[in-house]
């Protein structure tokens, strides 16, 4: 069996559907990405999805809609997203084994 694209954990899908409840208007979903960036090359990127795209990959699951930019699939595969509550800073959190290294921020990682 095939590991999942993307497992979402509870406090993840709790945020994410937090967000979309005080957005507004009607989403497709939290639309998760990769761009170049930081000192360690590739940085993970969180939209709102007005709608679906053509290519995006669908995860539903624990009652959220989360969209995977079709570019970002091949570095995601196996990823955790969590959202983290901290004493200084709270924010979505990816366990991606995919990663080979993180930079000393924990900002960017390469694959």
């Keep these: 069996m095939a590991a999942p694209m993307m497992r979402i954990t509870d406090p993840a899908a709790d945020h994410v559907r937090a967000l979309l409840a005080k957005r507004g208007k009607p989403s497709a979903g ?9 000192c360690s090359g590739l940085t993970y990127t969180l939209e709102y999805a007005d709608e679906k795209g053509k290519f995006d990959e669908v995860i539903e699951e624990k009652g959220v809609t989360v969209l995977i930019d079709p570019k970002a699939i091949m570095f995601l595969v196996g990823t955790e997203m969590d959202y983290v509550t901290e004493k200084m800073k709270s924010g979505f959190v990816f366990h991606n084994p995919n990663e080979k290294q ?9 694959v």
């Design 102 to 110: 993180r930079c000393g921020c924990g900002e960017s990682f390469h």
């Design 30 to 38: 939290i639309r998760v990405g990769i761009r170049t960036a930081g």
